[in-house]
C-alpha cells in the first residue's frame, strides 16, 4: 500500500500526528519548514529533526506526489509545461509562465481529467478521472517553486486554470488556496492567486463567502444560453442569468474585478452581435474580458478567429465600456493550452503501439 503523501496533511494533522508519536509541537513546525520554505525531496535531509524522527517520517509518508513524465520548453523559454503522472497513473499537466515583470506564473490542475465537457477544451474531452487531492494540487506550484529558487527567483502567482474543474473539487482546491496563501506555506499573496471556473453556481456563491480576496475568472465563451448551451453543458444547469448574478455577488462580497474568458472561435461565437450581446450582459459590471483565439483540439473542428474578427469583436465590447484583452495562449509550440500535452502524448503512444502492432502483424 501506498504511504499517505506528506503534502496531503495540514499544520494541525502534521502537529497531531507527530504528537501522537510523542513529539513536541515544534517539531511539526519544523518539518513543514523543510517542506514549504526549503522545498526539500528526501526526508534524509531535515537535518534539524532528530535522525529517528526523520526516519520514522520517511516510513509512514510519502514526500513524492508526482513522477515527472515529460516537459517542454517553449522556444522563447518563457514556458515550461510539465506532464505528471500520479501514482495511481493518472496524468496531470502544470504550466509555469514567465513575463518580463517579473512575474512568475504557475498554472496547476486540479483533477485527472473534467466532468465539464466543454467542447472545444482538450481535457473535457478525456472525461473525468478523479479529483486532485489538496496535497496533489499544491505540490505541483511547490515543484515549480523550487526550480525557481534554484535560479535565484521566486514564485510570484499561482492560477488554478490547469485541467480540471476547481469548484467541482470544491474542499480540496479551497484547502490547497489556503495552503499556497499561508506565511508558513508557500506564502503566496490571495490577490496573486486566481481560480478559474466554468461556473458552478452554488459553489461560486459559496466561495464568494470564503472571505478570501482571490481572483476570480469565469470561462463564459457565449452571451446567449442557446449558444453557451452548445459550446459548456454546464450551460443547461446553471443558465447565464444565474451566473451572472453569482458574478455580481463575488464582486459585491470580495470587491474585486471579474475576468470572464472568451475563446474566440471563427464563425461560432466571434459575431459583432455576440459582442453586442456580451457588451450588454457585462456593462456596469466590474470586470475584464480576455478574449483568446481558440486553440485547436483534436475533438473539436472549430477554428481560432482571425485577427480583423478579434479586432471588430473588441471594438464592440469598448463601445460598450467593456475592457478587454487579446491574449496569446501562452507556448502554443508546446501544447500548452489546457490537456493538450496529456493528449499529444497519449496520441503519440497509440501511434507507437499500432506500429508495433503494425511489425508484429
Ligand atoms: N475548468 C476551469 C479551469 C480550467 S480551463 C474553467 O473552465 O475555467 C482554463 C481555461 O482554458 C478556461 O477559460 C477554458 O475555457 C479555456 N480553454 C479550454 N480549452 C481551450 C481551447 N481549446 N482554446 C482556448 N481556451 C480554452
Ligand atoms: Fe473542464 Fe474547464 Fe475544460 Fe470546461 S474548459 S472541460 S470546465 S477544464
Given at each position: 500500500m501506498t504511504?499517505?503523501?506528506?503534502?496531503d496533511?495540514?499544520?494541525d494533522?502534521?502537529?497531531?500526528?507527530l504528537?501522537?508519536w510523542?513529539?513536541?509541537?515544534?517539531?511539526?513546525?519544523?518539518?513543514?519548514?523543510?517542506?514549504?520554505q526549503?522545498?526539500?525531496?528526501?526526508?534524509?535531509?531535515?537535518?534539524?529533526?532528530?535522525?529517528?524522527?526523520?526516519?520514522?517520517?520517511?516510513?509512514?509518508?510519502?514526500?513524492?506526489?508526482?513522477a515527472?513524465?515529460?516537459e517542454?520548453?517553449?522556444?522563447?523559454?518563457?514556458?515550461?509545461?510539465?506532464?505528471?503522472?500520479?501514482?495511481?497513473?493518472?496524468?496531470?499537466?502544470?504550466?509555469?509562465?514567465?513575463?518580463?515583470?517579473?512575474?512568475?506564473?504557475?498554472c496547476?490542475?486540479?483533477?485527472?481529467?473534467?466532468?465539464?465537457?466543454?467542447?472545444?477544451?482538450?481535457?473535457?474531452q478525456?472525461?473525468?478521472?478523479?479529483?486532485l487531492?489538496?496535497?496533489?494540487?499544491?505540490?505541483?506550484a511547490?515543484?515549480?517553486?523550487?526550480?525557481?529558487?534554484?535560479?535565484?527567483?521566486?514564485?510570484?502567482?499561482?492560477?488554478?486554470?490547469g485541467?480540471?474543474?476547481?469548484?467541482?473539487n470544491?474542499?480540496?482546491?479551497l484547502?490547497?488556496?489556503?495552503?499556497?496563501?499561508d506565511e508558513?506555506?508557500?506564502?503566496?499573496?490571495?490577490?496573486?492567486?486566481?481560480l478559474?471556473?466554468?461556473?458552478?453556481?452554488?459553489?461560486?456563491?459559496?466561495?464568494?463567502d470564503?472571505?478570501?480576496?482571490?481572483g476570480?475568472?469565469?470561462?463564459?465563451?457565449?452571451?446567449?444560453?442557446e449558444?453557451?448551451?452548445?459550446?459548456l453543458?454546464?450551460?443547461?444547469r446553471?443558465?447565464?442569468?444565474?451566473?451572472?448574478?453569482a458574478?455580481?455577488?463575488?464582486?459585491?462580497?470580495?470587491?474585486?474585478?471579474i475576468t470572464?474568458?472568451?475563446?474566440l472561435?471563427?464563425?461560432e461565437n466571434?459575431?459583432?452581435?455576440?459582442?453586442?450581446?456580451?457588451?450588454?450582459?457585462?456593462s456596469?459590471?466590474k470586470?475584464?474580458?480576455?478574449?483568446?483565439?481558440?486553440?485547436?483540439?483534436?475533438?473539436?473542428?472549430?477554428?481560432?478567429?482571425?485577427?480583423?474578427?478579434?479586432?471588430?469583436?473588441?471594438?464592440v465590447?469598448?463601445?460598450?465600456?467593456?475592457?478587454?484583452?487579446?491574449?496569446?495562449?501562452r507556448?502554443?509550440?508546446?501544447?500548452?493550452?489546457?490537456?493538450?500535452?496529456?493528449?499529444?502524448?497519449?496520441?503519440?503512444?497509440?501511434?507507437?503501439?499500432?506500429?508495433?502492432?503494425?511489425?508484429?502483424?
Amino acid at each position: 500500500m501506498t504511504q499517505p503523501l506528506i503534502y496531503d496533511l495540514s499544520l494541525d494533522e502534521l502537529t497531531a500526528t507527530l504528537r501522537g508519536w510523542g513529539e513536541p509541537a515544534y517539531r511539526a513546525r519544523q518539518a513543514w519548514e523543510w517542506l514549504y520554505q526549503h522545498k526539500v525531496d528526501d526526508f534524509a535531509v531535515m537535518l534539524n529533526l532528530p535522525q529517528a524522527l526523520r526516519e520514522r517520517l520517511a516510513a509512514e509518508f510519502r514526500l513524492h506526489g508526482l513522477a515527472l513524465e515529460a516537459e517542454q520548453r517553449s522556444s522563447d523559454g518563457q514556458t515550461v509545461k510539465r506532464l505528471w503522472r500520479l501514482p495511481d497513473g493518472q496524468m496531470i499537466e502544470s504550466v509555469l509562465m514567465a513575463y518580463d515583470d517579473e512575474r512568475r506564473t504557475a498554472c496547476i490542475s486540479t483533477q485527472a481529467g473534467c466532468a465539464m465537457g466543454c467542447v472545444f477544451c482538450a481535457t473535457g474531452q478525456m472525461g473525468f478521472a478523479r479529483h486532485l487531492t489538496a496535497g496533489e494540487i499544491v505540490i505541483q506550484a511547490v515543484q515549480f517553486a523550487r526550480l525557481l529558487e534554484a535560479e535565484g527567483e521566486r514564485l510570484s502567482n499561482v492560477v488554478l486554470m490547469g485541467m480540471g474543474e476547481p469548484l467541482h473539487n470544491y474542499e480540496a482546491s479551497l484547502a490547497a488556496i489556503r495552503r499556497l496563501n499561508d506565511e508558513r506555506g508557500l506564502a503566496i499573496g490571495q490577490r496573486h492567486i486566481t481560480l478559474s471556473t466554468v461556473g458552478l453556481v452554488p459553489q461560486l456563491r459559496r466561495f464568494a463567502d470564503e472571505g478570501l480576496q482571490v481572483g476570480l475568472a469565469i470561462s463564459l465563451h457565449a452571451a446567449t444560453d442557446e449558444e453557451r448551451n452548445k459550446l459548456l453543458p454546464v450551460n443547461r444547469r446553471w443558465p447565464l442569468a444565474a451566473l451572472l448574478d453569482a458574478a455580481r455577488y463575488y464582486v459585491e462580497r470580495v470587491g474585486r474585478r471579474i475576468t470572464f474568458e472568451w475563446a474566440l472561435i471563427a464563425g461560432e461565437n466571434d459575431t459583432v452581435t455576440q459582442a453586442e450581446t456580451l457588451g450588454r450582459l457585462l456593462s456596469g459590471l466590474k470586470c475584464h474580458v480576455n478574449l483568446i483565439p481558440l486553440n485547436p483540439t483534436g475533438g473539436y473542428a472549430g477554428k481560432p478567429s482571425d485577427p480583423a474578427r478579434v479586432e471588430a469583436f473588441q471594438a464592440v465590447l469598448r463601445a460598450y465600456h467593456v475592457g478587454s484583452t487579446v491574449r496569446v495562449r501562452r507556448g502554443i509550440d508546446i501544447q500548452a493550452g489546457c490537456g493538450q500535452l496529456k493528449a499529444e502524448v497519449a496520441a503519440r503512444r497509440r501511434g507507437a503501439r499500432a506500429e508495433r502492432a503494425g511489425g508484429d502483424s
